[in-house]
Protein backbone atom coordinates (compact mmCIF):
# COMPACT_ATOMS: atom_id res chain seq x y z
CA UNK A 1 0.00 0.00 0.00
CA UNK A 2 1.30 3.00 -0.92
CA UNK A 3 0.71 6.54 0.55
CA UNK A 4 -0.65 8.69 -1.82
CA UNK A 5 -0.08 12.82 -1.75
CA UNK A 6 -3.14 14.89 -0.81
CA UNK A 7 -2.50 16.76 -4.65
CA UNK A 8 -2.85 13.25 -6.17
CA UNK A 9 -5.57 12.82 -8.75
CA UNK A 10 -7.88 10.92 -7.20
CA UNK A 11 -7.54 12.84 -3.76
CA UNK A 12 -8.89 15.86 -5.56
CA UNK A 13 -11.70 13.98 -7.61
CA UNK A 14 -12.51 13.22 -4.37
CA UNK A 15 -12.17 16.62 -2.79
CA UNK A 16 -14.17 17.58 -5.70
CA UNK A 17 -17.49 15.83 -5.13
CA UNK A 18 -20.27 17.28 -4.40
CA UNK A 19 -21.91 17.67 -1.13
CA UNK A 20 -24.21 14.83 -0.90
CA UNK A 21 -26.97 17.11 0.98
CA UNK A 22 -27.24 19.43 -2.28
CA UNK A 23 -26.94 16.63 -4.65
CA UNK A 24 -30.15 14.91 -2.44
CA UNK A 25 -32.34 18.21 -2.78
CA UNK A 26 -31.72 19.02 -6.30
CA UNK A 27 -32.93 15.39 -6.56
CA UNK A 28 -35.12 15.33 -4.81
CA UNK A 29 -36.95 18.70 -6.17
CA UNK A 30 -36.66 16.86 -9.66
CA UNK A 31 -39.05 14.66 -8.83
CA UNK A 32 -41.18 16.04 -6.85
CA UNK A 33 -44.31 14.66 -8.77
CA UNK A 34 -42.88 11.34 -8.82
CA UNK A 35 -42.71 10.84 -5.26
CA UNK A 36 -42.76 7.07 -5.94
CA UNK A 37 -39.48 7.17 -6.98
CA UNK A 38 -36.16 6.18 -5.31
CA UNK A 39 -33.07 6.00 -6.47
CA UNK A 40 -29.98 3.87 -5.34
CA UNK A 41 -26.87 4.45 -4.14
CA UNK A 42 -25.09 3.82 -6.93
CA UNK A 43 -27.47 6.39 -9.14
CA UNK A 44 -27.14 8.81 -6.93
CA UNK A 45 -23.28 8.69 -7.23
CA UNK A 46 -23.51 8.36 -11.10
CA UNK A 47 -25.37 11.25 -10.59
CA UNK A 48 -22.75 13.35 -8.43
CA UNK A 49 -19.94 12.44 -11.22
CA UNK A 50 -22.19 12.96 -14.26
CA UNK A 51 -23.08 16.91 -12.54
CA UNK A 52 -19.44 17.19 -11.73
CA UNK A 53 -18.22 16.38 -14.74
CA UNK A 54 -20.96 18.79 -17.05
CA UNK A 55 -19.62 21.77 -14.63
CA UNK A 56 -16.02 21.33 -15.81
CA UNK A 57 -16.92 20.87 -19.43
CA UNK A 58 -19.52 24.18 -19.05
CA UNK A 59 -16.32 26.15 -16.97
CA UNK A 60 -13.80 25.37 -19.81
CA UNK A 61 -15.93 26.40 -22.36
CA UNK A 62 -17.45 29.50 -20.67
CA UNK A 63 -13.70 30.28 -19.99
CA UNK A 64 -12.94 29.67 -23.65
CA UNK A 65 -15.88 32.18 -24.10
CA UNK A 66 -13.83 34.50 -21.90
CA UNK A 67 -10.58 34.44 -23.08
CA UNK A 68 -11.80 35.28 -26.66
CA UNK A 69 -12.91 37.84 -25.29
CA UNK A 70 -9.21 38.86 -23.69
CA UNK A 71 -10.84 38.71 -20.50
CA UNK A 72 -9.60 37.27 -17.09
CA UNK A 73 -13.27 36.76 -15.40
CA UNK A 74 -15.90 34.45 -16.24
CA UNK A 75 -18.97 36.29 -16.64
CA UNK A 76 -23.05 34.89 -16.91
CA UNK A 77 -22.89 35.96 -20.33
CA UNK A 78 -20.00 33.98 -21.04
CA UNK A 79 -22.00 31.04 -19.31
CA UNK A 80 -25.08 31.75 -21.80
CA UNK A 81 -22.67 31.80 -24.83
CA UNK A 82 -20.90 28.87 -23.64
CA UNK A 83 -24.23 26.85 -23.53
CA UNK A 84 -25.35 28.19 -26.81
CA UNK A 85 -22.08 26.93 -28.27
CA UNK A 86 -22.47 23.28 -26.90
CA UNK A 87 -26.14 23.29 -28.38
CA UNK A 88 -27.61 23.31 -24.83
CA UNK A 89 -29.76 26.15 -25.98
CA UNK A 90 -32.73 24.57 -23.96
CA UNK A 91 -31.02 25.90 -20.71
CA UNK A 92 -30.63 29.14 -21.98
CA UNK A 93 -33.99 30.59 -21.28
CA UNK A 94 -33.91 29.30 -17.57
CA UNK A 95 -30.62 30.05 -16.64
CA UNK A 96 -32.07 33.96 -18.08
CA UNK A 97 -34.81 34.23 -15.83
CA UNK A 98 -32.75 32.72 -12.72
CA UNK A 99 -30.13 35.24 -13.63
CA UNK A 100 -33.09 38.06 -13.77
CA UNK A 101 -34.55 37.18 -10.43
CA UNK A 102 -31.45 36.61 -8.83
CA UNK A 103 -29.88 40.12 -9.90
CA UNK A 104 -33.48 41.75 -8.42
CA UNK A 105 -33.19 39.36 -4.87
CA UNK A 106 -29.50 41.44 -5.25
CA UNK A 107 -30.47 44.65 -5.49
CA UNK A 108 -33.26 44.43 -3.03
CA UNK A 109 -31.25 43.42 -0.51
CA UNK A 110 -28.71 46.14 -1.39
CA UNK A 111 -30.99 48.72 -0.79
CA UNK A 112 -32.18 47.27 2.27
CA UNK A 113 -28.88 47.13 3.76
CA UNK A 114 -28.21 50.88 2.76
CA UNK A 115 -31.54 51.98 3.94
CA UNK A 116 -30.82 50.13 7.27
CA UNK A 117 -27.28 52.28 7.52
CA UNK A 118 -29.05 55.42 7.17
CA UNK A 119 -30.90 55.29 9.60
CA UNK A 120 -28.39 53.61 12.32
Known amino acids: HVNQP????????????????????????SLADQSSVQ??????????????????YLTAASNDVCMSSNRSTISANDVLMALAELEFDDFEETLEVFLKEYKAKQATKKAKKEAAKKTA
Request: proline share 5%.
Open 39 to 56: LSKDAKLALGRTTKTFIH
Open 6 to 29: SSSPDRRMADEDLPKASLNRIIKN
